[in-house]
């Protein structure tokens, strides 16, 4: 037991301080390649934080359980907005760049595009291999709007190529932070006689999603909303791509029919909640920080009640 809390601890070490180095590239980054932040969190920042559970959802496909990362990327988008963003935002109003809800919108679209590939029960591998597609298209389109070497500044913005390294080292710091926090808080729990039921609805539900917590988190106290809604959108964008892309494309994956009828119409509702109020006012404010937590805090009542089996 005293091995397990040596671990917690020196995770919730790696978690804030590696938070901390990551927020800070990303912000260095952004203004060594004269681009904005919230663009550096769009794709960089949800890169490094989300490129674990791609790597799981991976396996998990090759061995046979796809049908987990379905589950995996719609539960974690909406946990990513619900949750995430519901908490930073009831910390400090997250006011963002005006076009941030054009992303915000397109992260509608591709959610709304798979769950019309989940109408028939099946997400196959040409369903999983045209979700890729559109993620790399997605890059070459803010590539090339964006991020063109013509446009990189000539000194006095540091070195961004070292500073991006910098942002994925300390993203991993924070996704080895964040599985040695859960892996020893479940172990603690079990200890304890926590029930199962509410190991996996907190520590694990909620783990898989810590690094994007951490980091959204963060970038809030250090007053960079544009990284910390950046990435959330970003993060929710390469779930439903190459999360579920992947792992369809290994395997097709059999659709659960209530994240069909329940996770994603919610997510939807969150995300389209989301766009409207990034499109209309710029900024996500506490009143819609307490509407996503009141969605959140339904789906955990759901869940628990069993009203819905998922």
Known sequence: MIVEIILFAVGLVLLIKGSD????????????FGVSEFIIALVLASIATTLPEVTVSAISSYQGNPDIALGNAIGSALANIALILGV???????SV????????????GVTAYAGLLMYDG????LDGLSL???????LYYLYRKHMTLEELPEGGRGNPRRDALIMLASGLVVVTGAKLVVDSAVTIARAYGVPEVVI?????????????????????????????????????????LMV???????????????????????????MGLLTAVLRLTGRIDRVTAGVFLAVYAYFLYVYTTGAVNL
């Open 21 to 32: 180095y990551f927020v800070e590239a990303a912000s260095r980054v952004a203004k060594g």
């Open 88 to 94: 930073s935002a009831l910390l400090r109003p997250l």
């Open 97 to 108: 760049e005006k076009t941030a809800w054009k992303n915000s919108l397109f992260m509608v």
């Open 122 to 125: 099946t997400i196959g591998r």
């Open 132 to 138: 890729i597609l559109i993620y790399f298209g997605f």
């Open 200 to 240: 996996g609805l907190t520590m694990v539900s909620i783990g898989t999603s810590l690094p994007e917590f951490t980091n959204s988190l963060m970038a809030t106290i250090k007053r960079l909303p544009n990284i910390s809604v950046g990435n959330i959108i970003g993060a929710n964008i390469l779930d439903v």
């Open 244 to 270: 579920i892309g992947i792992a369809s494309l290994i395997n097709p994956i059999r659709v659960d029919a209530t994240v069909f009828t329940f996770t994603l119409p919610l997510t939807l509702l969150v």
